[in-house]
């Protein structure tokens, strides 16, 4: 009852936060959203650094505990083991009963694409600046979560948890009880995330404000209206009041968002192509600045 309470308590405060943010447009956030791109980047490094550190001087990563153990250090009772370590299996092993779980996970992750149009909005100089801004941050982040994957893996194996800084929760730097640097380093993994998800919030509540808008027949140039944006920030923090499990949140997610994600985009990218053709010619189509390699119907297809 305690724990839940206070789950309620926390809530609260980011619903605030997050709904105030939510209703402000992308502009007016931009000094918060550069200092949390800032923060992303040192939690990375940190993340990174840590893994390669511990397995440099072959010290024994502290034991996680539970999944769904999310308090400092109240996952596991025991003291720090210097001498046990996780089963690290080989990079090139498979089990396919987590594939489903991981098929799910990257189809809600491919859904943020969505906000692309919202998070573009107010770029300046489209035509030159947009493939260039969008594919070094896509390939930043690709490089990214790959080098976290790996080094997260390596470290804690089989002990790893879905959400990897709770690989940290019982962190102590090698020492039988955690000092000023394990509880820095612990507290910066576990605590940054809740700012990233602040930061995130608003975002993706404005894209989805901002679809609705444009489904009614609204001007994609316009603002999505006050309310609809603080609509759209409220209605996921119902779901949270209900749901605590955030690994099995994005699993059903991407289960539901599969078709959208691997069918309908297709679909629609093949009718837009027919109706442009039909419109403007093949010729202009197929010399604009948004066509690729990739928009060909047999990659489309495939």
Same mark, same amino acid.
């Given at each position: ?9 926390f809530?609260?405060?980011?619903g ?13 956030q931009?000094p ?8 992303r ?20 990563p502290?034991?996680p ?15 720090y ?5 996780? %089963?690290v +299996?080989a *990079? ?6 987590r =594939? !489903?779980?991981?098929? &799910? ?14 998070a573009?909005r ?7 600046q ?33 959400i990897?800084?709770l ?28 700012f990233?998800i ?10 989805l ?11 994609s140039?316009? %603002?999505? +209206?006050f *309310?609809l944006?603080?609509?759209c920030a409220? =209605? !996921?923090?119902?779901? &949270? ?22 069918m309908v ?38």
């Open positions: 009852a305690g724990c839940r309470s206070r789950y309620y308590s809530l609260g405060i980011f605030i936060a997050v709904a105030a943010l939510s209703v402000m447009r992308l502009r007016e931009r918060f959203q550069l200092t949390m791109t800032f923060v980047v040192v939690l990375i490094l940190v993340i990174v650094s840590d893994c390669v550190r511990m397995q440099m001087l072959g010290e024994a502290p034991r505990g539970r999944s769904d153990a999310v308090s400092l250090g109240e996952a596991v009772k025991k003291r083991d210097p001498d046990r370590f996780p %089963e +299996p *990079l090139w092993h498979l089990n396919f009963e =594939l !489903p779980q991981h098929v &799910a996970v990257a189809s809600a992750a491919l859904a943020v694409h969505m906000m692309l149009p919202e573009v107010e770029l300046a100089g489209k035509r030159t947009m493939l260039p801004t969008v594919s070094g941050a896509l390939i930043f982040c690709m490089v990214s979560y790959c080098f976290v994957a790996i080094a997260v893996v390596t470290t804690f194996g089989t002990w790893t948890r879905p990897c800084t690989n940290w929760v019982n962190y102590t730097a090698g020492e039988p009880e955690p000092g000023i640097f394990a509880f820095l380093v612990r507290s910066m993994i576990l605590l940054v995330p809740i990233d602040t930061s995130a919030y608003p975002i993706f509540a404005r894209v404000a901002s679809s609705i808008h444009g489904s009614l027949g609204k001007s140039d316009l %603002e999505p +209206p *309310l944006c603080g609509f409220v =209605l !996921p923090l119902v779901g &949270a009041a209900i749901v605590f499990d955030v690994a099995e949140t994005l699993g059903w997610a991407g289960v539901l968002l599969m078709p959208l994600i691997f985009p297709q679909l629609m990218m093949l009718k837009g192509e027919a109706i442009c053709i039909e419109r403007l010619g093949a010729d202009a189509v197929h010399s604009s600045l948004y066509w690729r390699w990739y928009c060909q119907r047999p990659v489309v297809i495939g």
